[in-house]
């Protein structure tokens, strides 16, 4: 009966957890290689922004979510998150127009961000065997 949030689950089965309880929608993206930080688009005013949700605690204490942080929050719309390999970047989505392009930013500071695609793009991930960034086109 609510907003679509951000839920966990242990993958052999389980109760379902919630994360985030919000009346914006929510969807996941990509976790930090360490696992304390989940990158997620939130729906705001018909546009998304891409949020950080720290986790606080540890394997012995136990995860807990802590309060999100909006990461890049503009007038645009941002989704799509995805960490590099070594958590360092953060690689989105962004359409300032109606055309979508891909971008990269550091994971810690937002003000550092570089276009990536420069005909369109959307849907970026890192790969995990080479030091490269993959994107879909309407091309592909």
Known sequence: GSAP???WQDAD???PE???ENNRMQFAGSWSPDGLRLAFTEIRDGQGDVMILPMEGDATTGLRPGVPIPLIATSARES??????????????????S???VYVTSATDPTRKWQVSIDGGN???WSRTAPELLFRTEES
């Open 18 to 20: 919630r994360l985030t």
């Open 5 to 7: 949030n951000l839920y």
């Open 123 to 125: 849907q970026p991930m």
């Open 80 to 97: 799509l998150p995805a960490f590099s390999p070594d958590g360092k970047w953060l690689a989105f989505s962004k359409s300032e127009a």
């Open 13 to 15: 089965g389980g109760a």
């Open 99 to 101: 055309e979508l392009q």
